[in-house]
């Protein structure tokens, strides 16, 4: 799905976050980095998905998508059967073009 999203193959991330893409920030203080524009790790407890943006902004796709929890730029799932893998790959894609409009 992230492949697909982003025409990138995956990279590392640390030891545990495999991204896609990637996007240059600089915050107002001065810092910048280099970040990943999506991504995501499996842990023991449950799969983090990595969508950069705030979920407020796709509400409506986040209704269809079925059983999960998010953070402030993660999206966390037990399994992938318990999604509508359709709606996530849409998330994703929707994800991916804001990231390369706002970062380009």
Not at 43 to 60: C, G, P, Q, V
Not at 70 to 98: F, M
Request: hydrophobic share 35%; proline share 1%.
């Amino acid at each position: 799905m992230m492949r697909d999203a982003t025409g990138k193959q995956a990279k590392m991330w640390g030891a545990a976050i495999v991204g896609y893409d990637q996007y240059d920030y600089k915050y107002a203080s001065g810092r910048s980095g280099t970040f990943m524009i999506t991504g995501f790790s499996p842990r023991a407890k449950n799969i983090s998905i990595y969508i950069m943006l705030d979920f407020s902004e796709f509400s409506s796709l986040m209704k269809k998508l079925g059983k999960h929890n998010t953070g402030k730029s993660c999206l966390y799932i037990k399994s992938l059967d318990d999604v509508d893998n359709k709606e996530l790959a849409r998330l994703i894609k929707e994800s991916v073009q804001v990231m390369r409009c706002r970062y380009s």
